[in-house]
């Protein structure tokens, strides 16, 4: 028998086919490679444990080259103790020691070699004293007698075999890992794969870099290794110009869209017209259009169903580069004509009731030589008048009034239109003009 090569912990899998050389795929986590362990040109006795297909197996002596296993010699087998022609799938190549290496070794009855043959062994014999002075002749030891023989062979398996035909594991443990070489990775991709960057946290990388992070509180990272949400996304390749890159992109049918839940309402938006029209919706079932945004324009998706702000939740300010358009459409318009007597003359005390004033939040905030002078009327003053000359206040649109609750309870506001008030007042004027002078054309009465 040629002399054999042994090496503990050698195992790799495979998925090679065939009668031949069987090339490696890289060692099972907690074994060394061949490549790692095994002397060039050596042979050794191996064995194969079909996984995917467990009723192959095979038993030889072999050698190792160029990755693959070579120069199958088979010893037993499932093919009739032939070379076994294995199917594509999962397989395990163990190094190990092949049950009739142990039984040529029993077997001593053609085999003899003389003291001079083997070396060093007179000089080894003529150091030992007398047998029957020290140790009876019977001498022997049980396992327990050698320090760590029994560990060891509980970490062994039985010669020849990998797996039973019911094999399982309750976990699988492998080393943390780097970005750049992951714990679980490919065979032809290295750097590419899963790896563990601290205690409780999951990361993937590819290229050797990581890409997207588990932090141990749940949250996700694709970017960033520290989000800020349950899920962050960091991206430094937008091209605002091309509008070609972004951190996320929501494509298909108008767009993606993205839908926000909260409870059983929601809210969300999407794109419409090839992607030259954005629409925001809400709803509870389903999501209704509300608003457009489009390159130009900022509108409401249903003419004229919705208010921009409430009296509870005013803007501070409107900025704008012309005035408002308020619709005068003839066509859209019931006339009722010129203002009555009793209307003339509340407007004639509104006249009156004009006035300069500070806001009191302004003259708070920067006292009452910086709050800003602001001239107009005061609401419920101009709504007393009018019902004192028997007017519904309510019935003009001028007039406005808000009622709602929040945490403090009931709440309201009084407000007007200041152009309704203005046009309202120009007309009070020109009456008062007309009756001065017999030049200008009286206004007419609607209410005479």
């Known amino acids: 028998m040629p002399h054999l090569f042994f090496a503990d912990l050698v195992r790799e899998t495979s998925t090679a086919t065939g009668t031949s050389s069987l090339a490696l795929a890289g060692a099972v986590p907690g074994h060394r490679s061949f490549a790692a362990a095994v002397l060039p040109g050596s042979r050794f006795h191996y064995s194969i444990a079909g996984v995917t297909h467990e009723q192959q197996w095979e038993v030889g002596e072999g050698s190792f080259a160029d990755g693959a296993l070579t120069d199958r010699s088979v010893l037993a087998s499932s093919s009739g103790n032939g070379l076994v022609d294995f199917s594509p799938g999962l397989k395990i190549i163990t190094l190990t020691v092949a049950a009739d290496w142990f039984a040529a070794r029993e077997d001593r009855s053609d085999h003899a070699h003389g003291i001079a043959d083997v070396e060093g062994l007179q000089t080894a014999l003529d150091s030992k004293q007398v047998a029957g002075s020290y140790a009876s002749a019977s001498h022997g030891h049980g396992i327990a007698d050698v320090t760590g023989l029994q560990s060891a062979l509980e970490g062994k398996q039985p010669a020849g075999s990998y797996a039973a035909a019911s094999h399982d594991h309750a976990s699988l443990q492998v080393a943390a890992g780097t970005a750049a070489s992951p714990a679980l990775s490919f065979a032809a991709d290295p750097d590419t794969g899963v790896f563990a960057p601290g205690a409780d946290a999951l990361a993937i990388s590819t290229g050797g870099a990581e890409r997207a992070r588990f932090t141990a509180d ?90 921009l702000g409430h009296a509870s939740r005013r803007w501070s300010q409107l900025y704008a580069a012309t005035g408002t358009i308020n619709t005068s459409d003839a066509r859209d318009k019931h006339w009722l004509g010129a203002l009555s007597h009793a209307e003339m003359a509340a407007g004639r005390e509104i006249i009156a009731e004009l006035g300069l004033f500070q806001w009191l939040a302004a003259r708070e905030a920067k006292g009452p030589d910086e709050a800003r002078l602001h001239f107009g009327v005061r609401a419920q003053n101009a709504f007393a008048i009018l ?62």
């Open 387 to 448: 019902t004192r000359h028997g007017l519904d206040w309510r019935r003009y649109a001028w007039c406005c009034h808000d009622a709602w609750e929040d945490e403090d309870g009931p709440c309201e506001r009084f407000g007007i239109r200041s152009d309704q008030l203005a046009l309202f007042l120009i007309a009070v004027l020109a009456q008062q003009m007309a009756d001065l002078s017999p030049d200008v054309t009286e206004v007419p009465d609607a209410g005479a």
């Open 218 to 307: 749940g949250r996700l990272g694709v970017g960033t290794i520290s989000p800020m949400g349950a899920a962050h996304f960091a991206w430094n390749g937008w091209q605002p110009d091309l509008n070609l890159n972004a951190a996320v992109v929501l494509s298909g049918t108008f767009g993606g869209g993205l839908l926000l839940k909260d409870g059983i309402s929601s809210a969300g938006f999407w794109t419409a017209d090839s992607g030259f029209s954005l629409i925001v919706g809400i709803g509870e079932s389903g999501l209704t259009a509300a608003l457009e945004i489009r390159q130009n324009v900022l509108q409401p998706v249903v003419d004229s169903a919705a208010a």
